[in-house]
């Protein structure tokens, strides 16, 4: 099978700021039993909020990287030769339903078009599994909860969410967190301290402004973590915005020029 799903346990809290209601807006959903849709740019967080709020309502939680080739039989599961003989193995969806845990598909719009139609039952007041192949209807658990993301920038006529696909969840819209936000997150993610992460998080925000113009995406989040650990290992700024917030942006190097006139602005 194709699903590259990591069953995560619940320990210790991950680190996570909120920056709205989403934390008591995702706990009523899961009271309620209600499907939710998250929706942001790459690297802003939502991967970290759904992977917190499993650990903090204590559900085990399988994350599914959803791909061009993924399959509804790859998150179902299917049949495998062990030891000669052919064995039925759960997929990380079913496992999820039958543990009574959170499935997490990431970028959903990535994977085939069968893969929100294995979705719909789940998705509605019957909140069942169909496994055709096992003769199996697998009702959901009142702690079963599905969670599906993806990004909107990224989306066109042949990857988008079918309107009666999306009017199935509920939605949380993600976006980068406001600038003091994210200092007190990328401070706290990479131990660099908060006056020298301010301006790293000007400089995002003067790159993100870019977008649509010279840039595809603007810098992420996750990208400024990485910078500022970099420079909290002891790198020089630059090379550590060279390596972090600019190269991964573009990979023209008159572009890249451009963006390092604006570092130069940023920092003197």
């Not at 399959?71 to 052919?86: I, N, P, R």
């Not at 993806?150 to 006529?157: C, F, K, R, S, T």
């Not at 113009?213 to 550590?240: F, K, N, P, W």
Request: charged fraction near 25%; include cysteine; charge should be negative.
């Amino acid at each position: 099978m194709n699903a590259a799903a990591h069953p995560a346990s619940t320990g210790a809290l991950p680190y996570y700021r909120a920056t709205a209601n989403e934390c008591e807006l995702f706990e009523m959903a899961h009271r309620l039993r209600l499907p939710v849709l998250i929706k942001g740019p790459t690297g802003c967080g939502k991967t970290r909020f759904v992977a917190y709020m499993a650990a903090r309502l204590g559900l085990p939680m399988w994350t599914v990287s959803c791909h061009d080739d993924l399959t509804a039989a790859d998150l179902t599961g299917g049949y495998l030769l062990k030891g000669g003989e052919t064995e039925w193995f759960d997929g990380p969806l079913t496992r999820a339903v039958r543990a009574g845990g959170i499935c997490y598909l990431d970028e959903v719009v990535e994977a085939r078009k069968d893969v929100t139609v294995v979705l719909h039952p789940l998705t509605d007041d019957r909140r069942v599994l169909p496994l055709e192949r096992t003769g199996e209807l697998l009702s959901a658990p009142e702690t079963f909860m599905l969670i599906v993301s993806y990004n909107p920038g990224y989306q066109n006529i042949l990857k988008a969410l079918k309107p009666s696909t999306r009017q199935r969840f509920i939605a949380i819209e993600f976006n980068f967190p406001q600038p003091e936000a994210e200092v007190e997150i990328v401070s706290a993610e990479s131990g660099l301290a908060p006056d020298r992460v301010k301006p790293l998080v000007l400089l995002a925000n003067r790159l993100r402004a870019l977008k649509g113009q010279d840039l595809e995406e603007g810098v992420s989040t996750r990208l400024l973590v990485y910078c500022a650990s970099l420079i909290a290992a002891g790198m020089r700024h630059d090379d550590a915005i060279r390596a972090a917030m600019i190269e991964p942006l573009s990979d023209d190097n008159d572009v890249k020029d451009g963006l390092m006139e604006v570092v130069a602005a940023v920092f003197g």
